[in-house]
């Protein structure tokens, strides 16, 4: 007897939402996969370039704690990174042998520093979690931010700990956890390093402590524990920012910039330089909860997307001001890489919003979605096959002029050490494009800073390249 039940269409069965999802998810996580396999090569080949022998010198001729006094009085507040540099710098093996250790490590950072932070929001999916540290990736500025020390130690570490620091202030904020106790003491000092790490990211932290503070005073909760981890966030910053070496750095340029200048101009750069980024992301990050299966509950409730986005966007406004006030502009790339990570936030948030809106069914039919998947495939491919030059090959041409890199500053390791340790003359890196790895280098003329640096580390007379 034929059955009385009605069947799907195929067509609903081949391209159903969860097939579809599971397709997309498989193609997303090969992709993030493939990402850190090229950090991992990189981070093999990475190389210390002339900023990391001058905190190395500093370390060897003055010990690590004279180092740190050193450079809070004559170049910067930045003690926490200062620490990090000239501990790793000051010891040439591990400077010249184990630089691998310096991205490893801040990539391990940020890894664990994103586990904990979905865990805190109630994100426990694993696939959402591999491709969210795929999106921090990619917006991190790589060259200055994960494959250089001294760049690294201040933006890329700085990002970890904040990451760390907004999930512990969001469990207290949703109520999950009581601002008391260890909970508390271990703030303050995360906040107070912070600063020691990297001023853009101390205002950021220091913008959303002060808001949390004053959320829980409004909503009449014990906060007066927490009022000294916001004491702790804020002593810090003015310990970083009112270093001596800040202010004899800014002497040697020209600033003719007002406060309120500042204000109006950072909050130009925020709207001209990363409004359309955070739509951009935010579909993304939509796809990316619909491709995992994020269940549409697992969302902000009521108003609290909203105030979320507005105390981000406060944060951001906050980490542009000082760039704004100093340079007229945002800053070097390093510098970005905070403000992408409050990006990276806002759009989860809003995608978490929108995914909440969505149907849960699984077996609803999605040929439209399937058709723009096809698209998607055949244009890739299409391109990979066609276009190799401006799509494989540079990154495979990248990737092995970061190794060829890495031999050319070994052989100039063993130059050093087989010199008489007065005037040395080196092959220099003429490579164009240059590969992830390369920050920067000595040049033709021995008084430039970065021949100095590099001759006072290994105790030359002088170093030119030629």
């Not at 090969?30 to 001058?54: E, K, M, Q, R, S």
């Not at 042998?97 to 109630?122: K, R």
């Not at 703030?187 to 020691?196: D, I």
């Not at 998947?373 to 391109?383: D, F, Q, R």
């Amino acid at each position: 007897m034929a059955s009385t039940f009605p069947t799907a269409p195929r067509a609903d069965l081949r391209f159903s939402d969860a097939r579809l999802a599971a397709i997309v998810r498989v193609l997303l996580l090969t992709g993030a996969f493939c990402l850190f396999a090229w950090i991992a090569w990189n981070a093999w080949h990475a190389i210390p370039a002339v900023d990391d022998f001058c905190y190395g010198h500093g370390a060897q001729q003055r010990g690590l704690w004279s180092n740190v006094v050193f450079e809070y009085f004559n170049w910067g507040g930045r003690f926490a990174a200062t620490i990090l540099i000239s501990a790793f710098a000051g010891a040439q093996s591990l400077l010249l042998d184990h630089y691998y250790v310096v991205p490893l490590t801040i990539l391990l950072l940020n890894l664990l520093a994103a586990w904990y932070f979905l865990g805190a929001v109630g994100l426990r999916s694993l696939a959402f979690y591999v491709l969210f540290c795929m999106m921090l990736m990619t917006t991190f500025r790589m060259r200055e931010s994960l494959f250089w020390l001294s760049g690294g130690a201040t933006y890329g570490t700085a990002c970890a700990l904040l990451l760390v620091l907004m999930a512990q202030e969001w469990k207290i904020y949703a109520g999950a956890v009581e601002a008391q106790g260890i909970r508390i003491l271990w703030l303050a000092l995360g906040g107070f390093l912070l600063a020691g790490f990297n001023e853009v990211a101390s205002l950021v932290h220091l913008t959303l402590v002060v808001l949390l503070s004053g959320s829980l005073l409004l909503r009449q909760r014990r906060a007066t524990l927490y009022l000294l981890a916001a004491l702790a966030a804020l002593a810090g910053t003015l310990v970083a920012g009112l270093a001596p070496g800040n202010f004899a750095r800014a002497a040697s340029k020209a600033h003719d910039t007002s406060l309120v200048s500042a204000l109006l101009m950072s909050l130009s750069l925020l709207v001209r330089k990363y409004a359309a980024t955070v739509v951009l992301h935010s579909l993304i990050f939509f796809v990316l909860l619909w491709a995992c299966r994020v269940t549409p509950g697992t969302r902000p409730q009521g108003l609290r997307p909203a105030v979320l986005i507005g105390v981000l966007l406060l944060a951001l406004w906050a980490a542009i001001f000082p760039r704004a006030y100093a340079l007229n502009e945002l800053g070097p790339e390093r510098s970005r890489t905070i403000d992408f990570l409050l990006v990276n936030v806002m759009a989860m948030v809003v995608a978490l919003w929108l995914n909440g809106k969505r149907s849960a069914r699984d077996d609803i039919a999605r040929p439209v979605v399937a058709g723009l998947l096809g698209l998607v495939l055949l244009a890739a491919l299409g391109s990979a096959i066609l276009m190799p030059k401006a799509t494989i090959l540079p990154l495979l041409n990248e990737m092995q002029e970061s190794a060829a890199l890495r031999r050319l500053m070994e052989e100039r390791f063993v130059s050093v050490q087989q010199s008489d340790h007065q005037s040395l003359v080196v092959k220099a890196y003429t490579h164009e494009p240059k590969p992830i790895t390369y920050f920067n280098d000595v040049l033709a003329d021995p008084r430039q800073w970065e021949n100095v640096c590099f001759a006072d580390y290994f105790h030359l007379k002088e170093v030119s390249a030629r």
